[in-house]
Every structure is written in C-alpha cells, then in structure tokens.
C-alpha cells in the first residue's frame, strides 16, 4: 500500500500527477489519505515495510495504472509490461529477498489486439524470466484503460527491514538521482524521452545489493522520492539525519528512481564502497542517522 491514485491532467510538483490541493483530515492535518488508510490497520504486523514476510516469503504488490502513473502515449506495451514487473522485484530486493512468483492483475481495453496483447505479455514474461521469476496465475478484466498490478512471492530467510537503523548509521543511496523527474516534466511538456531513460526503464541494483546486504542494516527502494522515503525511515526509526551537503529539491523530490536508499554502521564504508566499485554502481554516501526531527521539504505526491 504505497502508490497513490490520482487524477491526470493536474499540477505536477513531484515525479507523480500530483493534486495541487491535497486533502488532510482535520484531527491528522498532516497525514494524506493513503498515510491516514494505511493506519485504519497499524495493529497489523506486517505492515510497514516494501514487502510482508510470511515465514521465509516476502509478499509485495504495487498498481501501474494508466493516466495515475504513465500515459500511453509516453511508453510501448511492451516497455509498460516491463515497468510494471521491474517496480514490483524493486520492493523484493530492497528486503533481501529472491523474487520467485509472480501473480498478475490486468485490466484491459476491449479495444486491444490480438498484437497489442502479445506484446504486452512479452514484456511481462521476458522481464520476469530475466529475474528468475515465474508467473503463475493472476485475473485480467476488461477497463477502458490499461491498468496493472502484480504481486510477487520472493524467498527472505534473511530480510533486511526499513526499521534496523541506529544511531550514527551512514545514509547512502545507488545511482544517480535526478533524471526521473527531469523526464517525467519532458514527457508532460510534450517531448520523447531516451526509451533508456530511468522513469521508462528503472535499473534495478540487485547484484550490488544481495553482495553488500549482509553490512547493511536498514533498507528501501526510492520510489517515491529520497525525501519522502527518508521520512518513511525517520518514522520507522525515530532518527533523524544529518545531511554532510545540501541536497537540491530536483534530487530529493525526483520519485520513480527505484535506486536503493540504506543505512550501515560506519565500520563497515570501506567493503560496501569496494562492493559498489566492483558491481560498478554509483554510491552517494549523503548523511548520518542522528536524533533530531525530520521535516520532508517536498509537496505530498499522494492523494
């Protein structure tokens, strides 16, 4: 439960379509309506993190739905089926797990071909033999848009939880943070995009992750944005950061990244930056856990 629904054709301020008057509840001014729907089941205990673990099996779902989180026009079948599988194995490896199943949800437009739906099966089924994934079943209906949602049932005897950080972890996070947002705004401008581009065709950093996760202590993907996930950490934790430079809003605010966002004890810098230079990923070491409040800088990007 983390993406929101939201309306198209709205004032954009984040990665997301965003509304430019989002609605709070009166007694919870600050809590948005997915934050305030989520906490009608806080006694859950397996709630709270990018997957629920089930004895060793991480359970994660995550929607792709048309004109919420892309447009037609923007991406092929093809790239859309690939996204929707791409974003869901994020969730399983950012908890240490090995993504195994897959269940799809499809809502499709009677209008779709006998092509139309090849291709988007191919993209569903090459991204999901890629990751060593199996698809097993699921339900499609049809919609007047293309919407998706899939479930995925990974192997964790050893997650690596949101919660977990302490105080003086170093904060860091792969790749480099930015270019979503850049080339969501393009797309909403009218322009083409790079078919390589991060919002088109995330890269997930799964061999870099599954080395360093033994050092790391606390761990999620940046779907949302860095500051928005890090508030996500800040509550899971009650720690705050100390940020070592300031980090720009077009950063910070850029969500759809799907980089990883940890935390680890100090001693262990030296082996996690050898693992990241070896697996040749990009590493931003940009904060230290501290106890103070955090404010997230960025407008809410949920309804």
């Known amino acids: 439960m983390k993406r929101e629904m939201l309306e198209e054709n709205v004032t954009v301020v984040s990665i997301r379509f965003l509304s430019p008057n989002p609605v709070s509840f009166g007694i919870i001014a600050t809590m948005n309506k997915e934050d305030y729907f989520i906490s009608q089941f806080s006694k859950s205990p397996f709630i709270g993190d990018d997957a629920a673990i089930l004895d060793d099996m991480c359970i994660s779902q995550d929607a792709f739905f048309e004109n919420v989180h892309y447009k037609r026009s923007w991406m092929s079948l093809y790239q859309i089926a690939r996204k929707a599988m791409l974003i869901n194995i994020s969730d399983a490896i950012v908890m240490n797990a090995r993504a195994r199943y897959a269940l799809l949800t499809v809502a499709i437009p009677k209008s779709f071909t006998r092509h139309d739906l090849e291709e988007l099966a191919r993209g569903f089924r090459e991204t999901a033999e890629a990751y060593g994934v199996t698809i097993i079943g699921g339900d499609t209906i049809a919609n007047v848009k293309l919407d998706i949602s899939v479930t995925i049932l990974a192997d964790c005897d050893k997650p690596i939880l949101r919660s977990g950080m302490k105080e003086g972890d170093l904060l860091a996070y792969t790749g480099r943070l930015g270019t979503s947002l850049r080339d969501l705004k393009r797309l909403l401008r009218g322009h083409s995009v790079s078919p390589k581009s991060r919002f088109i065709d995330p890269l997930l950093r799964d061999r870099f992750f599954f080395e360093a996760a033994p050092f790391i202590r606390s761990a999620m993907d940046i779907s949302d944005g860095l500051f928005h996930d890090l508030e996500k950490l800040h509550r899971a934790n009650r720690l705050g950061f100390e940020f070592f430079q300031p980090i720009p809003r077009r950063i910070g605010c850029s969500g759809e990244e799907f ?30 856990a501290v106890r103070k409040p955090y404010k997230n800088p960025c407008p809410p990007n949920h309804f």
């Not at 262990?268 to 990923?281: G, L, P």
């Open 259 to 288: 980089e990883i966002l940890f935390a680890f004890d100090p001693r262990h810098r030296a082996v996690i930056e050898n693992i990241a230079k070896k697996s040749r990923t990009p590493l931003t070491i940009f904060a230290k």
